[in-house]
């Protein structure tokens, strides 16, 4: 089973810098997918950042070009490098992967990591 630890939330000031990291703690599996979602109060979950086994890092429309996303799929870590925020990027940030329990496709969520941007 993968469990996903999320750290490095906090308060940051508008045009600020913060990086958010995650490590698998459970026991082994093949991680086919390793990402960011995040979620701010009466919103939807989105997509931050994903890095999908074998295929380009995938960035969602509001952070590319500011955020960048980082790690190994096969060492089960994933971070997350956010520059320029802004406070819209206030929320809650999830860390997720898509892996297989044996035959089994399935996905797991961190407990989250929020993030506060001030003006």
Not at 33 to 44: C, T
Not at 73 to 100: E, G, I
Request: neutral net charge; charged residues 15%.
């Amino acid at each position: 089973q993968v469990r996903l630890v999320e750290s490095g939330g906090g308060l940051v000031q508008v045009g600020g810098s913060l990086g958010l990291s995650c490590v698998d703690s459970g026991d082994t599996e093949k991680i086919n997918a390793m990402g960011w979602y995040r979620q701010a109060a009466g919103k939807q979950r989105e997509l931050v950042a994903v890095i999908p086994s074998g295929g380009k890092t995938i960035y969602g429309t509001p952070v590319a070009g500011r955020f960048i996303i980082s790690g190994a799929n096969a060492q089960h870590t994933v971070y997350l490098q956010m520059h320029n925020l802004k406070p819209d990027a206030t929320a809650a940030y999830y860390c997720h992967a898509d892996y297989h329990a044996g035959l089994v496709l399935t996905d797991s969520w961190g407990q989250g990591t929020r993030v506060t941007v001030s003006s």
